[in-house]
Each structure stands twice: as structure tokens, then as C-alpha cells.
């Protein structure tokens, strides 16, 4: 498995983009191969959990994290196009309250990386989109935060026209001056 790795503006979040082999029939790729992606990231994780979430144009679920049971969460979409955000939470870090967002499609293959002591939420972008996650822990509600989406502090440039689609959790996040931070 042969995979392209990025840095982003924050080096410890990550563009992974596998090898894709394509024909007139279709295509074929490795989404994940835990041999590859250690040698490629330097980054050795167990992923416990996959996740898998179907959501329709302008929902948007985030900014999510866990206090406790930290995850590390390797996310690609499988179908359809969001803009995806992580921020640094990790107050020990050069790039504590920065944010990153990129496009991930089905159409590009790109997976993201957003490690431990990230905030992580998407935008769906397209009519509706897919959007699969490996965490490196269990989901754990009693430890679950939501950083508010549109916190002025933070100043996401989300691509969006109309209101989102928000679950009750995401309209109610908390603002960065109330949030709970990573060492």
C-alpha cells in the first residue's frame, strides 16, 4: 500500500491520500492497512471503533470531543463531498487553537487524520454524504464535549450559504472561554 502523507498547517493533523488503482471497470484501493499507515505516519494506533454516518446538504455535526477516553479518529467519506474541521485542544501545543479545514470526497479518496486532543466536526457539502471514522477509542457520551461550531474566538470560515443542520448538542456547544482543554 503506497500512501501520499500531508501535514497541514497543524503538522499533527494530517492529509492521507492512498494509491488508487482505476480502469475503465472502476477502481481499487487499500482504505486502511495498519502496516502502511505506521510507516508512512510514523503513528502507531489501535483502532477500536468504525463509524459510519449518512447526513444530508448543510448538516453539520461537530465540533466534538472526549475529555476523558481521548480519540484519535482516521476519517474519509465515502460518498459525496464535506468540508472537514479539526482544532487543536492540546493547550501544551504551538498550535493550540488553531483549526483546520480541508475537503474530503468520495470523488478525492483523502482520508484525514485528527489526533488525540482534537476537536473534529464536518459540513456536508453535497446532497448528502457518507462519511466513515476509525477511533483509537470507544465513544464514551459521560465524556463527550461540543466546542460551539460558529465560536467567534475560533473564527472557522465554514462554506456555507444557509443556516445548518444541527443536532440539539452542536446548537448548544460550548464557547472556547467555557471550554475544557488537553494539557
Partial sequence: ?????????????????PKVFGDDRGFFFESFNAQAFAQATGIKRDFVQDNHSKSSRNVLRGLHYQIQQ????????TQGEVWDVGVDLRKSSPTFGLWVGLILSAENK????IPEGFAHGFLVLSETAEFLYKTTDYYAPQYERTLLWNDA???????IQDTPKLAAKDAAGTVWSEAKFFD
Fill in 70 to 77: 481521548t480519540q484519535g479518529k482516521l476519517v474519509r467519506v
Fill in 153 to 159: 474566538t475560533l473564527g472557522i470560515t465554514w462554506p
Fill in 1 to 17: 500500500m503506497t500512501l501520499q502523507v500531508t501535514p497541514t498547517a497543524i503538522p499533527d493533523m494530517l492529509v492521507i491520500e
Fill in 110 to 113: 483523502k482520508q484525514a487524520w
